[in-house]
């Protein structure tokens, strides 16, 4: 009964390690990751729940050529799209993310979010190069070696973006459990007329984010940032 006990202990403890150490890591080496793992983790994924099993998901993994050239092609838009604005209506995201209004307490996380990060890379407020060049790193991946992007038949309702979340956080934790970290990147949708035809996506297909995987640089700074979390009293409310 006891090694039953421990067991559970123990696996529980293996769980909530890989999730509560998970976050999004801004910079990557170059250690290539082996598909075969790549592979496992996305089985492992697989195992998401979804309405009515349907298992909304269509994975595009770059790597190599696929994956630069990918950078290169978006970093050329975003470069354009800086030096012309004008250009914003060929680049728009095909859902809405965001609000289109933001209200406390949602944009003040935000801030402090952006802040935090922009602080420790020592980028003020004022710096639009900085900030332009940090933005452009969404676009490099961080460096990662590996690059993933996520795509949903547009048949499917709103309730098939519930049940990504829960796909993508599977994958995210299960890189975790083996040694990789992630970046999941909603920086790409407003892409998508450039990275769709790239992986060969069709015009069926929505682009629901993208994702850098790889090993985590231990040496750079900007993987010391950790987002602040408000208490669970903050977002509960408690029926008896």
Not at 78 to 101: F, I, N, S, T, W
Not at 117 to 124: E, P
């Amino acid at each position: 009964m006891s090694q039953t006990v421990d067991f559970w202990v123990d696996s529980a403890a293996v769980v909530e390690s890989a999730i509560s150490s998970r976050k999004s890591v801004r910079a990557f080496t170059s250690q290539e990751v082996p598909r075969n793992v790549l592979q496992h983790l996305l089985e492992v994924a697989s195992r998401a729940p979804s309405g009515t099993n349907t298992q909304p998901w269509k994975v595009y993994v770059l790597q190599g050529n696929s994956r630069s050239e990918l950078v290169a092609k978006v970093c050329a838009a975003h470069d354009g799209l800086r030096a012309d604005p004008g250009l914003a209506d060929q680049y728009k995201e095909e859902y809405d993310y965001y609000p289109e209004k933001w209200a406390s307490p949602y944009i003040d996380r935000r801030r402090e979010n952006g802040w935090g990060l922009y602080g420790l890379l020592g980028i003020g407020k004022g710096d639009k190069e900085k900030m332009h060049l940090q933005q452009q790193r969404n676009y490099r991946f961080f460096d990662a070696p590996v690059g993933l992007m996520f795509t949903l038949d547009r048949v499917m309702g709103r309730g098939s973006l519930l049940d990504y979340g829960m796909f993508l956080q599977s994958l995210m934790v299960a890189a975790k459990a083996h040694g990789l970290d992630t970046c999941p990147q909603a920086a790409w949708n407003g892409f998508a007329s450039i990275v769709k035809p790239h992986i060969g996506a069709s015009a069926q297909e929505m682009l629901v984010c993208g994702m850098a995987l790889g090993y985590a640089s231990a040496s750079n700074p900007v993987n010391a940032f950790q987002t602040p979390r408000v208490a669970v009293n903050e977002f509960t409310n408690w029926l008896d």
